[in-house]
């Protein structure tokens, strides 16, 4: 059965995935590993060395539970910069490769043209996200960090990313229409893999981009104001 409110730092980590499995990305984004026996979340995280405050703020946050302005003064930004960065990681490096190579295989041996077309689109969109998400870890991340250390460089600000922050997930739109609609697959067991791999990962996107929306953004403009009081 679900829990109904959130988590907080004495319920059992075991508890908290085996009611909501999706947490094991948040945790190896975080870097926890399993094999964590009956210890509460606020134990795990203490000693995997992860800010438990914002460990719990992305869960309860990604499980629709509370408002981000509950959240934003518990954080670490340090902790959340370190969890974005693997995120990114997890997406250029791993699900979208593996993606990549699942779709290959379920479309080798069908429509020639059409499967061309589904894998040169879907080049297009991983194109797309390596620029949004390599924009974030040259350009944002850096002037967090520096912000982190007192300085905040004046030719920037968070505002900037706020504005151009496009929601890349959206792009996968066009590519399950396109497999659902058209492609006449002589396996559909693989391609549904293919299809459910890739709707998992459009939610999984999403998330990413509500906890950079709503609990990152927020939480650098507090940081740029404080130290603009100090100047």
């Given at each position: ?16 995935v085996c009611d909501?499995y999706?947490v094991?990305?948040?945790m190896?984004?975080?870097g926890?590993?399993?094999g964590?026996?009956d ?32 959240y934003?003064?518990?954080i ?21 490769p593996?993606i ?10 069908g ?9 040169r ?5 991983v194109?797309?996200v390596q ?12 002037y967090?960090?520096?912000l ?11 505002a900037?990313f706020?504005?151009?922050h ?9 590519l399950?229409?396109i ?10 067991n693989?391609?549904?893999s293919?299809?459910f ?10 998330s990413h981009?509500?906890i ?11 940081l ?6 100090t100047?």
């Amino acid at each position: 059965m679900y829990k109904l409110g959130t988590y907080n730092r004495d319920n059992r980590m075991s508890d908290l995935v085996c009611d909501n499995y999706p947490v094991l990305l948040v945790m190896s984004r975080f870097g926890i590993a399993l094999g964590f026996g009956d210890k509460s979340i606020g134990q795990v995280c203490d000693e995997n060395g992860v800010h438990t405050d914002t460990f719990l703020a992305v869960v309860n946050l990604l499980l629709d539970e509370g408002d981000p302005e509950e959240y934003k003064s518990d954080i670490s930004v340090g902790a959340l910069l370190g969890y974005l960065h693997n995120s990114h990681d997890y997406f250029l490096n791993f699900r979208l490769p593996a993606i990549r190579r699942n779709l290959l295989g379920a479309i080798d041996c069908g429509a020639k043209d059409i499967a061309i077309a589904i894998l040169r689109f879907f080049d297009e969109y991983v194109a797309e996200v390596q620029k949004h998400m390599r924009y974030e870890e040259r350009t944002v991340f850096p002037y967090v960090t520096a912000l982190l250390n007192g300085v905040h460089p004046g030719e920037y600000s968070i505002a900037v990313f706020r504005k151009r922050h496009d929601q890349v997930e959206a792009k996968l739109t066009e590519l399950k229409n396109i497999l659902i609609k058209y492609y006449p697959a002589t396996s559909s067991n693989e391609l549904n893999s293919v299809l459910f791999d890739i709707f998992t990962c459009e939610q999984d996107l999403a998330s990413h981009n509500y906890i950079e929306d709503y609990l990152f953004v927020p939480a650098i403009q507090e940081l740029e104001n404080q130290i603009d009081e100090t100047r």
